[in-house]
RNA sequence: GGAGCCAUCGCCAAGUGGUAAGGCAGUGGUCUGCAAAACCACCAUCCCCAGUUCAAAUCUGGGUGGCUCCUCCA
C-alpha cells in the first residue's frame, strides 16, 4: 500500500510542509516521555495521547511507523523524591515506569516499540560526550561536563531565542554551582555524584548524565544520527529540544537529527495554567476512574493536538464549604458524546443480528461512504481528528435514523449501510485510538462507573422499573408518572422500547 | 526586559485568501399514554481600527484582551 502524502506542523520552520520521510513509506519517530518520580499526571496523559494519535494517524495514512519514547529514570527529582521516602532511587523509578505505562493503556495509548531508559545508555551518553569533547563543543570543570553554547551558532533556532538575550537572561540566575560554567547559558552534559547517588563511572568523574544528554543518545542509537520526527510538549522546546539540537548536531554534525519538530499544546485549566500551586493537577488513575479513560481520549481526539485547550473543573464542596473533590465537566461531556457513539455502534450491532447478519456485498447509502476517505485526508492535514470526529458524527446519525426510520428504503440496502457504518466507525475510530472496546463492555463499564459515583441501588431500580411496568399495563399512567419521578431523583433515566425498558444513569449537564 | 502563541455562535471547537465543519445548550417538530433516547429543522460573518486584494475570519500595520516560554513544568 502507497502511504497517503501528508503535511504537517513543523516547529523549526513554523508552518504546514508536505512531510517526506527519510525512507519511503517509513517513519522514525521519536517523543519525550515521563520523568518517573511521581505519578502521572493529566498533561503527561494530554502529551501522550497526543503523539499516540498521531503515531496511529500515521500508521492508518499506511506508514511503518518505529516509535520511540524514552523514560528518564535517572534525574535530580528521581533522587530528591527518593531519598525523601527513603527509597531506592531506581526501585522508585522502575515502579513508576510501570505505573505511568499502566495509566498510558487506560486511556488507549500503545505500548512503545521501544521504551529506552537512561539507565540502559550509560555507556552511549558517555560516548556522544566523548565526541562533544573531542569536536570542541564541550568542556569539563572540575569533574562535570558542560556544553559550551557559544560553539553552536544555531542554538535558539528552535525556540526562536537569541542567544544574547539568553545569557542575559541567564546571568541573573547565577548561583554558586554555574562559576564552574564558562557562561551561564551552558547546560551540563554530566555531574558528578554525592555520596549514596546512583553513580556511574565514566572519564571525568562517578556521576550521572545531565537531563537533555539522554534523548541525543537515545536517538542516534535506536532510530539513527539523522532521524524523522522528534515530539514533545511545548514547554520542551526550550531549552530542552534547544539542546538536544546542539548536542546532537555537534556530534554528529550539521543536517543531522529531527527533520520535523512536532509540539503538542498544553492543557489549560478553566482559563490558567495547570500548577501544584493552584491545586489542579490531577492524576490519571484519578481521571480514568472518575470518567472513564476514553472520556479523556475522546476528548483530546475532539481538540487539535497543537492547539491549548480549555479544561472545565467544578470543586465539589462539603456542608462546610470544603473542597471535597472536583467534577471535570469537560470531561463528563466528552463521555456523553462518546456513550452516543458506543450506543450507536451497539444499536448497529443489535439491528444487524436481528435481521440475521450480513446480506453479502452490493450498494450503500452515497452519504455514508466518504468516512473513511475524508478521515484519510483530515489525517493527512496535519492530524486534524476534530474533522474526523465531526465526518463520524455524520454517520452514527445518518446509522441512527436507518434504524428508526428506514421507511422507503430497500431492506436490504439498509442492512448493508448499517453494516458498512458500524465497520467504518471502528476503522476510523482505531486510526485516532476511541471506540476500541465492545459496545456492551463500554456500556456496562460506564454505568457501574456512575452507579457507584451516585451511589445508586440496581436492585431497587429492576423493582421499580417493573412496578412501573405494571402500572402501565394497567393503564395506571399516574402511578406510573410517580415511580419515573421516583427514578429521576436516583438520576435514573428510562427509555421504553417495543422490547422493553431500559435505563441509564444521567450525569447533571 | 526578551521570544512566541492565541482571540470564530451562550459554551467547547475546526477552518488560515474564494465566500463560516462538528458537538453541547436553546427553539420548533417526528416518535411516545406522557417522557427519555434517537431523528429532522432552525440557530454566528469570525475582538477593534486602518490597509493590501476582484475576493480576507484567513495577508500587512496599529490597538485591546488572554496565555505560554526565557525557572530540568507534558
Same mark, same amino acid.
Given at each position: 500500500m502507497t502511504p497517503t502524502p501528508l503535511r504537517l506542523h513543523d516547529s523549526l520552520r513554523n508552518q504546514k510542509v508536505p512531510f517526506e520521510p527519510l525512507e519511503p513509506g517509513k517513519v522514525g519517530m521519536y517523543v519525550c516521555g &515521563?520523568?518517573? #518520580?511521581?505519578p502521572a499526571h493529566i498533561g503527561h496523559a494530554f502529551s501522550a495521547i497526543a503523539f499516540d494519535t498521531i503515531r496511529r494517524g500515521l500508521m492508518f495514512l499506511g506508514y511503518q511507523v518505529k516509535f520511540v519514547r524514552n523514560v528518564t529514570d535517572v534525574d535530580d527529582k528521581i533522587i530528591k523524591r527518593a531519598s525523601e521516602q527513603g527509597e531506592d532511587p531506581m526501585v522508585m523509578a522502575a515502579r513508576f515506569t510501570a505505573e505511568y505505562n499502566r495509566d498510558m493503556a487506560r486511556f488507549n495509548v500503545l505500548p512503545a516499540d521501544l521504551e529506552p531508559k537512561v539507565s540502559g545508555h550509560i555507556p552511549q551518553i558517555i560516548a556522544i560526550i566523548e565526541r562533544l569533547i573531542a569536536n570542541g563543543k564541550a568542556y569539563e570543570s572540575a569533574g562535570d561536563v558542560y556544553y +559550551?553554547? +557559544?560553539?553552536? &551558532? +544555531? #542554538?535558539?533556532k528552535l525556540s526562536g531565542q537569541d542567544i544574547a538575550e539568553l545569557r542575559d537572561g541567564a546571568s541573573k540566575r547565577v /548561583? +554558586?554551582? /554555574?562559576? %564552574?560554567? %564558562?557562561? &551561564?547559558a551552558d547546560f551540563a552534559l554530566w555531574k558528578a555524584a554525592k555520596p549514596g547517588e546512583p553513580s556511574w563511572d565514566s572519564p571525568w568523574c562517578k556521576g550521572r548524565p545531565g537531563w537533555h544528554i539522554e534523548c541525543s543518545a537515545m536517538t542516534v542509537t535506536h532510530l539513527g544520527a539523522t532521524f524523522d520526527i522528534h515530539g514533545g510538549g511545548k514547554d520542551l522546546i526550550f531549552p530542552h529540544h534547544e539542546n538536544e539540537i546542539a548536542q546532537s548536531q555537534g556530534a554528529d554534525g550539521e543536517g543531522t537529527f529531527a527533520r520535523y519538530w512536532l509540539h503538542n499544546g498544553f492543557l489549560n485549566f478553566d482559563g490558567v495554567k495547570m500548577s501544584k500551586s493552584l491545586g489542579n493537577v490531577f492524576n490519571c488513575g484519578e481521571i480514568a476512574d472518575v470518567v472513564g479513560g476514553e472520556a479523556l481520549r475522546f476528548f483530546c481526539v475532539q481538540h487539535h493536538y497543537q492547539s491549548s485547550v480549555e479544561f472545565e473543573t467544578e470543586p465539589i464542596k462539603d456542608a462546610a464549604g470544603e473542597t471535597t473533590g472536583v467534577i471535570f465537566r469537560s470531561l463528563e461531556a466528552a463521555d456523553r458524546r462518546l456513550n452516543y457513539f458506543y450506543e450507536t455502534l451497539q444499536r448497529i450491532d443489535d439491528k444487524v443480528a436481528a435481521a440475521g447478519g450480513d446480506p453479502g456485498s452490493g450498494a450503500v447509502l452515497a452519504e455514508i461512504e466518504s468516512l473513511v476517505a475524508d478521515s484519510r485526508a483530515a489525517l493527512a492535514d496535519n492530524f486534524n481528528t476534530p474533522i474526523v470526529v465531526a465526518a463520524m458524527e455524520k454517520v452514527a446519525s445518518t446509522a441512527n435514523r436507518l434504524i428508526d426510520q428506514p421507511k422507503g428504503l430497500d431492506k436490504l440496502l439498509v442492512l448493508r449501510t448499517l453494516i458498512r457504518c458500524a465497520r467504518d466507525l471502528r476503522t476510523i475510530g482505531a486510526a485516532v485510538g476511541v471506540f476500541t472496546s465492545k459496545p456492551p463492555s463500554y456500556l456496562a463499564e460506564r454505568r457501574a462507573r456512575l452507579v457507584k459515583k451516585f451511589g445508586i441501588d440496581v436492585a431497587a431500580v429492576d423493582r421499580l422499573i417493573l412496578e412501573r411496568a405494571t402500572a402501565r399495563k394497567d393503564k395506571d399512567f399516574a402511578r406510573a408518572d410517580v415511580i419515573r419521578g421516583e427514578l429521576e431523583a436516583m438520576r435514573v433515566k428510562m427509555i421504553d422500547s417495543p422490547t422493553g425498558t431500559t435505563w441509564r444513569v444521567d450525569e447533571p449537564s
Open positions: &515521563p520523568t518517573t #518520580y511521581a +559550551a553554547v +557559544a560553539t553552536f &551558532p +544555531a #542554538y535558539g /548561583d +554558586a554551582q /554555574d562559576t %564552574r560554567k %564558562r557562561e &551561564p
